[in-house]
T-cell receptor, first 108, second 115 residues
Framework: GQQVQQSPASLVLQEGENAELQCNFSTSLNSMQWFYQRPEGSLVSLFYNPSGTKQSGRLTSTTVIKERRSSLHISSSQITDSGTYLCAMGNYAQGLTFGLGTRVSVFP | NSKVIQTPRYLVKGQGQKAKMRCIPEKGHPVVFWYQQNKNNEFKFLINFQNQEVLQQIDMTEKRFSAECPSNSPCSLEIQSSEAGDSALYLC?????????????FGAGTRLSVL
């Protein structure tokens, strides 16, 4: 089955709202990354966060290893935050195992 | 933030044709990965290299796909005989070492359409 599960699959926000995206792993976690995928496909690395909490601007990532989960919090969403957010679990052999993403749409 | 360069951005081929795409990893990154992302957002690992050596590749890659990362030249991924099911976004990523220790940086991808 899917080793990396993301929820929700999609999210519609009004500009200014906060959002929490979840990522759950079915196996032990070595490391994980959050990415933002632009509509045309390019991936932007948001966080490399194997454990604990990291913040960058309006984004905060929290990974709890023993619970095999990570979350991405978006505060005060903006229209430019629209896109797909992907989490991925790191492994030595294949690099990363990705979830299917959360598609975020922010409207004025 | 990423300096991984992929070319071309778009590639259109007929079934049975060869399709070749290239990737220049970030300077100083010895590890390179190729992934395929299909229309359902599913990522599939294809192959990875450390310097010029293949570390791991999947069966699909061993049959119709070929890839190399020669020294002082771009890495490349080539599909010998394209099939409709190969239509996807092909993403290249580079890293200082394996993904269990370091961030992977991705290029913008090559979107292949096989007609």
């Amino acid at each position: 089955g899917q080793q990396v599960q993301q929820s929700p699959a999609s999210l519609v926000l009004q500009e200014g709202e906060n959002a929490e995206l979840q990522c759950n792993f079915s196996t032990s976690l070595n490391s994980m990354q959050w990415f933002y995928q632009r509509p045309e496909g390019s991936l932007v690395s948001l966080f490399y966060n194997p454990s604990g909490t990291k913040q960058s601007g309006r984004l905060t990532s929290t990974t709890v290893i023993k619970e095999r989960r990570s979350s991405l919090h978006i505060s005060s969403s903006q229209i430019t935050d629209s896109g797909t957010y992907l989490c991925a679990m790191g492994n030595y052999a294949q690099g990363l195992t990705f979830g299917l993403g959360t598609r975020v749409s922010v409207f004025p | 933030n990423s300096k991984v360069i992929q070319t071309p951005r778009y590639l259109v081929k007929g079934q049975g044709q060869k399709a070749k795409m290239r990737c220049i990893p970030e300077k100083g990154h010895p590890v390179v990965f190729w992934y395929q992302q299909n229309k359902n957002n599913e990522f599939k690992f294809l192959i990875n290299f450390q310097n010029q050596e293949v570390l791991q590749q999947i069966d699909m890659t061993e049959k119709r796909f070929s890839a190399e990362c020669p020294s002082n030249s771009p890495c490349s991924l080539e599909i010998q005989s394209s099939e409709a099911g190969d239509s996807a976004l092909y993403l290249c990523a580079s890293s200082l070492s394996g993904a269990s220790q370091n961030t992977l940086y991705f290029g913008a991808g090559t979107r292949l359409s096989v007609l």
